[in-house]
């Protein structure tokens, strides 16, 4: 299910770059915050994308895995004195090892047990990790103040803060990482094979169980990666990851199932979207509007698309 | 058979004396509603705890011991409506106490209403609540400022603040709220306050010369990129600039306004509750916030030293919330009327609290008067604090001043 670009996708890019251009003479600082933004959102959702294309399982709990990561974070600069930049390792193993107990111990097991069932299941490890971190830090919001994170710059007369280009370069990095990954090893090509057809797979003796294993650890620990640098800016609280669920899914719905490279895109699209909004007196209100709204656009396009075939 | 009947005598005897110890001491149920999963809730049942201890160690009340009854309303309406209906039927409680939030109040208005139990209640501050329940609730107490009795009271702040200090001015007011019904209502009502100080009226009739307003997601809501808005703010450039949203907003909002250089001369928060430690973060420094209390009181007001200590000695944490002492107050106000009506009897202990005047740790002295709609109201003020060095000081009202405003802001 994982697609390559294709003609559509350069067509896109196209568009992208004009109306990015265009925004940038018009609003800079919005194409700025956008494209930051934007490139936030496709980190976070290239694992939520990844499990739904390779064990198509729709994860509920992602975002609680993403505020799972912020507060390890925040545990080891309160108490050791870590710099989340320091913790950038620890963190993402310890998620892929939580990613790993969670699918053995519920996800294994609901795999052919339908998509109501999964739902069910990701929903409730959601509510479980949430009402967790309640019970321990309280609703209170924690937080990891570091100046680097609040640093900016003046280019042409603009004034932006730069911490937030290295959502950008991860997202980049995760991006190519995946790609190189599931072409050029032997367990990516394997974890392709099992996306494309499981049990076409399972026959030609590839281990379908490690590979979703694998995959789900994986996913978590990107999860993890991306948390550990979002910890320096924002507040960390039990519910601070879980508006990132129905984002992640809805760049997966947008870019198309599989399609890792797309999400990058529509991440950045939907990133200057609302910040273009934003950037209106009185349009906050509507960022999610259009968000969403352009989401059921795109698909519904699709879908009519698809329909005339 | 006679030393039988004696004996039989003698029993029956003392178990009417022992019963009617017991009738004499069974104690008087205080019912509270609190939201225990926040530190708001967790840090008021604490303190409640606190005010039942003292009193029981002092004797307890009308020679009966108090019980303090907590059920936990989850910040849900229909777990707190629900609460009070268990508190009322299955404890069968004597009072009800206690209460955060404006939305559960709202939803336990009606079985407050059937039950009228005497209500002294210390949280909710939207007048919603109050339209709610009526001008005929004589048995209703609230304690809290309602959100128009806020807004004079900052209007009558930053008033006094700026005939004080001549160097000071609050002409320029931009107001950033989140795009929810608390923030929405806030805007509301600084629009109200603004028309008025156009004709020179309202709280505000003396220093407001221009108003404007954006609003912004909540982090708390999934949003917390603030950018787009302070600049709309850096644009107006205000005098004083008041963000109205959650404490999630707390850090990422002051940072990102240092990160585009906005630093406005005043710059005020003005969330229900605080990030934990706000006051270590180095951006916290002379940020202005509304509240009830500031830790510092101690260092003013003996109650508020007396309440400091005693908190930290019973549960080994210290009161980060101004709901802490106010849900000391709630139930030492209540106790002190009971003492003063000397019965549990309804009219008289309606009467006592109406006359009875309590020093609160709050910082202020607790006296029942008239609101807008309700006849049973406590205090009417917020204070203007500012963290000052990492800690929480008053800067207004100046009779429990802490210390000097710092002014301007920024590094």
Known sequence: MLAAASKKQYLFIALLVIAA?????????????????GSLYAVIALPLALILGILGVLNLAHGE?????????????????????????????LLAVVGVAVYLLTIKHVLKAGHLSQLLITFGISLVISELIKSIYTTQPRGVFTTYSYSSTTLAGIRFGTYEFLYLLIAVAVLVGLQLFLKKTRLGQATFAVGQNPRGASIVGINVSFVYLFVFGLSIAIVGLASVFMVPRVSIFPGAGTPYTMKSFALTAMAGL?????????????GIFEAVVNAIPGGSGWSDVVFFGVLILVIMTRAIREGRR | MKKISLASVLL??????????????EPIKFGAVNPLGD??????????????????EAGGLLGRPVELIVVDDEMRPEIGAAAIDRLATVDNVDFFVGGMGSGVHLAQVPALKKYEKITVWMGAASHQVEIA??????????????DYQQGASYGQGWTDIANAHPEIGASRIFLAYEEGAFGTDSYLAYLDLYEAAKDGEGPYGQILNDFAGASFTSALLGGGDYRAMLRQAMDFDPDLFIWAGYDADAVPMVAQAMELGFEPPLFVGAPPGWPANFGDNPLSDGVILYGMWAPALKE?????????????????????????PLGYTNIMFLAEAIKAAGTLEKDAVIEALRTIEYES??????KIEPSNIISNQGFTSQKILQYIDGEQHVIWPFEYATSEIKYPFGR
């Open chain 1, 65 to 93: 895995f993403l505020t799972v990561g912020m507060y390890a974070t925040f545990v080891l600069f309160s108490r050791f004195g870590v710099d989340p930049m320091v913790s950038t390792v620890p963190v993402t193993l």
């Open chain 2, 133 to 146: 329940m009526g001008p005929d609730a004589d048995w209703y107490f609230h304690l809290h400022p309602w």
């Open chain 1, 21 to 37: 251009i265009v925004i940038g003479f018009w609003e800079p600082h919005a194409l700025i915050y956008g494209i930051q933004r």
């Open chain 2, 300 to 324: 003013v007001s003996e109650i508020s030293n007396h309440f400091w200590n005693e908190y930290i000695k019973m549960h080994g944490h210290e009161p980060a919330t101004y709901f802490a």
């Open chain 2, 39 to 56: 530190i708001t809730g967790f840090q008021t049942t604490r303190a409640m705890e606190l005010a039942v201890k003292e009193i029981n």
């Open chain 1, 258 to 270: 599989g399609n890792l490279n797309g999400i990058l895109l529509a991440g950045i699209a939907l």
């Open chain 2, 361 to 366: 740790p709050i910082g202020a002295v607790l």
């Open chain 2, 12 to 25: 029956l005897i003392a178990a009417l004396m022992l019963s009617s110890v017991s009738l004499a001491a």
